[in-house]
């Protein structure tokens, strides 16, 4: 079964760069979360689409920024990196309506700030 | 705002044993799921079961199983016969019915399996 794709997997950036992450939902899903999870913490809320309007907002910095595309791929935009930015960032896509709307995870993109 | 606790930062179980992690939580509302999920050493988040709290039985999947108290807010996860494979980082999860469907996560516990 197809499964929640992001990509990149591993990416390395400077202090003040920028980064764009993007998540690929399995197909069907109009639902898409991020979440952040820094070294040795648990996965940490940012942000949800559903049907590509924004639908949740959790701590997401005034620095990043997401969108989901007519595609309902999603995108999340990091600028003016931060050393604390470096974590794991996932992607979960759910459909909306069923009974448990369960999220799938991505593998998740592994984000390094140097 | 929902927050979720796991006491038990590491356990440790001998294979073929069984181990049991807890989990408390804290809301105000009255319909919601709860759900745990294991991260191996490779962290990709893997969901082991759920529990929709208007349900009085305890959700089962195969080894796993959960004590769901209600009242106690509390949702203990029971892995029989422990396998090498269940090594990883177990995270509570709560999640509201209807509104916000983000996932609020507990601190985890690192389970080590020993063979």
């Known amino acids: 079964a197809a499964g929640v794709i992001q990509s990149p997997r591993h990416l390395i950036k400077e202090k003040r760069e920028t980064a764009t992450l993007k998540c690929y939902p399995i197909?069907?899903?109009?639902?898409v979360y991020w979440y952040q999870q820094g070294p040795g913490q648990d996965p940490q809320f940012l942000i949800s689409f559903y049907e590509k309007m924004q639908s949740d907002k959790g701590s997401i910095p005034d620095r990043f920024s997401a969108q989901q595309f007519s595609d309902y791929h999603s995108e999340l935009n990091m600028s003016s990196l931060e050393l604390g930015d470096s974590a794991l960032y996932f992607c979960a896509s759910s459909l909306g309506g069923t009974r448990y709307n369960e999220q799938f995870f991505g593998p998740g993109t592994r984000l390094t700030v140097l | 705002a929902q927050t979720v606790t796991q006491s038990q930062p590491e356990m440790s179980v001998q294979e073929a044993e069984t181990v049991t992690l807890s989990c408390t939580y804290d809301t105000s509302e009255s319909d919601y799921y709860l759900f745990w999920y294991k991260q191996p050493p490779s962290r990709q988040m893997i969901l082991v079961i759920r529990q929709e709290a208007y349900k009085q039985q305890n959700a089962t999947e195969n080894r796993f199983s959960v004590n769901f108290q209600k009242a106690a807010k509390s949702f203990s996860l029971k892995i029989s016969d422990s396998q090498l494979g269940d090594a990883a980082m177990y995270f509570c999860a709560y999640r509201s019915q209807g509104g916000s469907e983000k996932l609020v996560f507990g601190k985890g516990t690192k389970l080590t399996v020993n063979p």
């Open positions: 197909p069907r899903h109009d639902t």
